[in-house]
């Protein structure tokens, strides 16, 4: 909504065709200037027909922005060796292959063109190892490195890429409904991303690296800094954060007579 209300034209690709409807249809009620077009696939299935499908739908589109921010973890903490199978290969492919193939279907045109941006949504999960949703935290700390390695290709060629970092968010995710200074809601934290556009590397010093939120920026900077996030320590205190999370939910579940992994 924020991309549509500066002029741009929006290509929408999410799971649920009516949302997607719905959402398209409020952009361009709204901004009617603004044209968006729709896509339905599931990321976790990784189709090569859906793939084709978003080549054919940007082929004549000169696309200038592109938002990497479909994204899945656990459904709750769980030791790696109890992970279910399905549930760490869809985390892998949405997290990590979705992104990559969405890429390399899109920045080649930008490269061409010789402009363009690419953002893509990271998380604390992949600067601080995290027992209990280590897949995640993995797939994570792979799109840092990823993200870090394609800037220095692609800035030559004047696409500029940037890593978004980013604590809590009021989400489905993150089953947090109530925002406070360190935990903001969509839309204030997309409005701190757009604003921070260009603005790698600060007081984290990571290259094509941005935190956008003020208050994970100063969290950022102190576990670089200070704490470090791979020490024992850090790790263990995560582990047991975590370790309780995942027994208030296994606690929950059992009242409401849910089965969880």
């Known amino acids: 909504m924020q991309l549509a209300a500066k002029g741009y ?8 065709q009516s949302k997607l409807d719905a959402l398209a249809k409020e952009i361009e009620s709204k901004y009617s200037s603004v044209k968006a077009k ?14 084709s499908s978003i080549k054919s739908l940007t082929s004549d589109i000169e696309v200038s922005i592109l938002i990497n921010n479909v994204g899945l973890s656990h459904s709750i903490p769980v030791p790696f060796i109890q992970t279910p199978e399905q549930e760490m290969k869809d985390i892998i492919n949405i997290n990590c292959m979705g992104t990559l193939r969405v890429t390399q279907i899109i920045a080649p045109g930008m490269v061409q063109r010789k402009h363009g941006l690419i953002l893509n949504m990271a998380s604390f999960g992949g600067i601080l190892p995290t027992p209990l949703l280590a897949t995640y935290s993995g797939s994570k700390a792979f799109l840092q490195h990823w993200s870090t390695a394609l800037g220095s290709e692609l800035k030559p060629h004047g696409v500029h890429v940037q890593c978004v970092q980013s604590y809590l968010v009021t989400s489905a995710m993150s089953k947090i409904k109530r925002p406070s200074a360190t935990i903001p809601t ?75 992994a």
Do not use: C
Request: proline fraction near 2%; charge should be positive; charged fraction near 25%.
């Open 9 to 16: 034209n929006i290509v929408l690709i999410s799971r649920t």
């Open 38 to 51: 729709t896509l339905a696939m599931d990321f976790a299935q990784s189709k090569d027909s859906d793939f």
């Open 186 to 260: 969509p839309k204030k934290f997309v409005k701190a991303a757009l604003g921070k556009i260009g603005r790698s590397g600060g007081a984290q010093g990571i290259a094509y690296t941005s935190t956008p939120v003020w208050s994970h920026g100063l969290m950022h900077w102190a576990l670089l800094a200070i704490t470090g996030t791979s020490n024992s320590i850090v790790v263990d205190q995560n582990k047991t954060m975590h370790e309780a999370i995942r027994k208030r939910a296994l606690k929950k579940a059992e009242r409401e007579g849910k089965k969880v």
